[in-house]
């Protein structure tokens, strides 16, 4: 990509307003990431509007496209809604000077009053052809100040902030943006290597840094607009990878070895699975590194038994003198899990801490096991740190009790997206688990619209008469103001209960711990078959004949966590079935994101789709952002994995880790 001088100005790049007015706007920006008036240029447009044509050829060459167009009215303007839907009829001029007709269709009154015969407008509009003539649909009336330009459109709700306010406050930051964002994106490139040498290595040699980012919010052309994003974008690739890999080296070794080892793996009451003895394995030789701290992940589906293999590794770490914790995501699966470590290990002191504990713990122990309540002890230092159910936790809660010596060890079904790309770019190593000790298979199906909706019911209800449990997922607790909203539990609650009367129980996060077991223990004993709930039940509930499960408005939900909802079902092995419910529709979007769920129950390859859908995060040791944009780079843009993995061999080759 060869290097074109960027603009010198340009009618919405103002200087900047130095009043404290125009810093506390700012504010409104601090919703898409953005913390520093600096940070606007690193804010990029999402899309443009090339608004320079002016021929309506150039509408012809996707019909179904609205495009921005100048044209001229040359004839009256006037009403034609005799026939066919109320519309006014006009002909228009292009830049060519040929002629062609043109309509309006909507609220023709409010139109008349906006455009004349004889004026030049830029429209949005769309090109067809009808009775062998091409003719122009105009959809919306721009700004003229947009005409001969390249229009950026930042990306935000509607309903948060119009687009044209958003640019605006954008460019009134960027005459001084753009220069101390570029010296910020230059001093985190320089471990690596020279910007020039960084921009050689992208084929864009010649370009500043200043010139990449003005014309990213203005460029002179078209043709710029792509190379020079995808070289952004790189570049914040190679910085996100950098940082992660300066983040590993920033630790001290802790070499650890277990004698006991194999003794703890035979004591165990039953005969544990390759896999389990496979990450066993690999944990030992991790904690064994002579270079640096574990940091590494198990990643295995419901029923793989990764609680054992955190059991046996703890007890041998106790064994030779070294203090382990395990953080639970709640009160319910700690102590399931405290139970089992103790059936397991008799021998050793193994103390449990969650909310219901204060006061009375033993923190001096060699197992530490609890919920989140371990977060506001003072445990003192600990040598190995597990984490349960890692997508539940922060970065910062999962690191709280992490020293640069501490060895991290990381459990899920499904990785973060952040934890994916650490292992996936060599700096987080990992053991797959997929074998369970019941085998199951879990059925999984989509129903989408009204008449799928009564078809599912046809399905569930001998189930439900059968007093079979099943569980029903809603992405709301209460009702809105919207009367129709139909999608929470306070109203399905009583559409429920009038199809089963008697055989519904509702669960939310809302609830105390001992309303939850409650509820739970009423599903398990066959006092209520129906558990109306929210994702609480993500983890920890173990309902052994549970085997059906619905979940309402899958739209809504990551790809992670419908994964561990689908955990729920069969968890003592046989079939199970997890239905997927949109009664209200699917977009396209949704149905092409949820295709991989329906296709695989791989956990691994769930959280593989899942980065690449939802993007890394920010990968800098000290980031809380465990998906989406890069906030350390550019903001409010997910970097495709594409990119990454573009990069990653010219980070290898310029900056070879130590």
């Not at 080892?261 to 690999?282: C, G, H, S, W, Y």
């Not at 809504?556 to 079935?577: E, S």
């Not at 899942?610 to 920010?618: C, E, N, S, V």
Request: hydrophobic share 40%; charged share 20%.
């Amino acid at each position: 990509m060869k290097a074109k001088s960027a603009p010198k100005s340009s009618e919405e790049v103002t200087a900047p307003d130095p009043s404290a007015e125009a810093f506390r706007r700012v504010g409104r920006l601090a919703s898409f990431g953005l913390e520093h008036p600096f940070q606007a240029a690193l804010f990029l447009p999402a899309s443009y509007l090339d608004c320079r044509d002016t021929e309506v050829s150039a509408l012809l060459l996707d019909k179904k496209q609205r495009s921005p167009i100048s044209l001229t009215i040359q004839s009256p303007v006037s009403f034609q809604g005799r026939s066919g839907p109320p519309r006014l009829g006009f002909t228009v001029v292009d830049g060519n000077g040929a002629s062609f007709k043109a309509s309006i269709f909507g609220d023709t009154v409010v139109w008349r009053e906006k455009i004349f015969q004889g004026q030049t407008y830029l429209f949005m509009a769309t090109g067809h052809e009808f009775a062998g003539s091409h003719r122009v649909t105009v959809h919306e009336l721009l700004p003229d100040k947009y005409r001969g330009r390249i229009i950026p459109q930042y990306p935000a709700p509607r309903a948060a902030i119009e687009p044209e306010e958003l640019r605006a406050l954008v460019a009134k930051f960027l005459p001084q943006a753009i220069p101390t964002a570029a010296m910020h994106i230059e001093s985190q490139l320089e471990s690596i290597a020279p910007l020039t040498t960084l921009i050689e290595e992208l084929n864009a040699v010649g370009w500043t840094m200043e010139q990449l980012l003005q014309q990213a919010h203005y460029p002179q052309d078209s043709i710029y607009i792509e190379p020079v994003r995808i070289t952004l974008q790189r570049l914040a690739a190679l910085g996100s990878l950098a940082l992660a890999r300066d983040g590993v080296a920033e630790t001290t070794p802790n070499p650890i070895r277990m004698p006991t080892l194999e003794r703890r793996k035979v004591q165990m009451p039953f005969v544990l699975t390759e896999d389990q003895v496979n990450a066993i394995d690999d944990i030992a030789t991790h904690l064994g590194s002579p270079i640096r701290p574990a940091r590494h992940m198990i990643s295995g589906g419901c029923g793989v038994g990764k609680t054992a293999v955190s059991g046996v590794v703890a007890a041998s770490l106790a064994d030779a003198g070294k203090r382990t914790m395990v953080l639970f995501p709640s009160t319910l699966v700690a102590r399931q899990a405290h139970a089992e470590f103790k059936r397991w290990s008799p021998d050793l002191a193994i103390t449990l801490v969650t909310g219901d504990t204060a006061g009375n713990e033993d923190l001096t122990a060699p197992i530490l096991m609890g919920t989140s309540a371990l977060l506001h002890r003072d445990a003192g230092h600990v040598d190995v740190l597990m984490i349960d159910e890692q997508h539940r936790w922060s970065r910062e809660q999962r690191e709280q009790y992490r020293s640069a010596n501490t060895h991290l060890i990381e459990l899920s079904a499904t990785c973060i997206p952040r934890s994916q790309a650490l292992v996936r770019f060599g700096h987080m190593t990992v053991s797959e688990m997929r074998a369970s000790h019941k085998m199951k298979f879990i059925h999984t199906e989509m129903f989408v619209g009204p008449a799928e909706t009564r078809k599912l019911f046809d399905e569930i209800r001998p189930v439900i008469k059968d007093g079979c449990p099943i569980f029903v997922i809603y992405p709301k607790r209460a009702k809105s103001e919207d009367e129709n909203d139909r999608l929470n539990i306070e109203a399905a609650a009583q559409r429920w209960e009038e199809m089963f009367p008697g055989k519904v129980a509702t669960l939310t996060g809302d609830d105390d711990e001992q309303s939850k077991e409650d509820r739970i223990q009423e599903i398990r004993n066959g006092t209520k078959s129906i558990l109306l709930c929210t994702t609480v039940v993500e983890v920890g509930v173990d309902v052994s004949n549970l085997r059906h499960i619905i979940i309402v408005s899958p739209q809504n939900y990551g790809l992670v966590q419908l994964h561990q909802l689908r955990g729920r079902v069969a968890r003592a092995g046989g079939d199970g079935w997890c239905y997927l419910l949109a009664p209200s529709g699917l977009p396209l979007q949704s149905r092409d994101r949820l295709q991989i769920f329906l296709e695989t129950s791989d956990g691994f390859k769930i959280a593989e789709a899942d980065l690449a859908q939802r993007g890394a995060g920010d990968l800098s040791v000290t980031s809380q952002r465990q998906h989406g944009a890069d906030g350390n780079f550019l903001h409010g843009m997910k970097i495709d994995l594409a990119v990454f993995d573009q990069v990653a061999p010219i980070l290898a080759q310029l900056s070879p880790a130590g």
